[in-house]
């Protein structure tokens, strides 16, 4: 069973740093590329970020594009997103999915995280 | 503003049919790429309910069905149960964009 759990999530105040972990089981993880959604509160899905399977590649939202480092690593089945600089429209939960596909963001999430939410706030 | 464009809201009677529609441009949909719905139960992550225009996950219900014509697609639910209250999203990819989009998500009522 696939299994990703989000952590790291937490109040931050405007300007400040956080890094995100989801760590994946359940599939051979080095083989897939993989995604961050958000959803800021009582709004729709918003794509973030994708990573090919083996990390070479990223492919960044213009929303999140110079702040936010999307990252992994394989050997610990982690997946990370590293978030600088954070305003106040970042505040969302912030959910890791499997994508379909290893090598480009075209593809569906076949597999969803439970979400951490991450409010900025002072 | 969403690149996909969703009704805000869809209702319909238990046992009844409804369908929510997404409509794109020329650098998604129109360009061939296929179209991906996920359901969202309240308080709960999106799951997956059609991928590449019309396949349904094992486990979803044929009840549940999706189309895709030019521009845009569609997600038609028959039978409505009172389950399926929730809000649905369509997903595409965007090449002048590099990466997904989504719609700005449907909710439906059960009545």
């Known amino acids: 069973e696939v299994q990703l759990l989000e952590s790291g999530g937490g109040l931050i105040q405007p300007g400040g740093s956080l890094r995100l972990s989801c760590t994946a089981s359940?599939?051979?993880?080095?083989?897939?590329?993989m995604t961050w959604v958000r959803q800021a509160p009582g709004k729709g899905l918003e794509w973030v970020s994708f990573?090919?399977?083996?990390?070479?590649?990223?492919y960044y939202a213009d929303s999140v594009k110079g702040r936010f480092t999307i990252s992994r690593d394989n050997s610990k089945n982690t997946l990370y997103l590293q978030m600088h600089g954070l305003r106040a429209d970042d505040t969302a939960v912030y959910y890791c999915a499997k994508d379909r596909g290893a090598v480009m963001p075209m593809h569906f999430l076949d597999s969803w995280g439970q979400g951490t939410l991450v409010t900025v706030s002072s | 503003q969403s690149v996909l464009t969703q009704p805000p809201s869809v209702s319909g009677a238990p046992g009844q049919r409804v369908t929510i529609s997404c409509t794109g441009s020329s650098s998604n949909i129109g360009a061939g790429y296929d179209v991906h719905w996920y359901q969202q139960l309240p308080r709960t992550a999106p799951k997956l309910l059609i991928y590449a225009n019309t396949n349904r996950p094992s486990g979803v219900p044929d009840r549940f069905s999706g189309s895709k014509s030019g521009t845009s697609a569609s997600l038609a639910i028959t039978g409505l149960q009172p389950e399926d209250e929730a809000d649905y999203y369509c997903?595409?990819?965007?090449?002048?964009?590099?990466?997904?989009?989504f719609g700005g998500g449907t909710k439906l009522t059960v009545l």
């Open positions: 990573i090919t399977n083996a990390g070479g590649y990223t």
């Open positions: 997903q595409s990819y965007d090449n002048s964009l590099s990466g997904k989009v």
């Open positions: 359940g599939f051979t993880f080095e083989n897939i590329g």
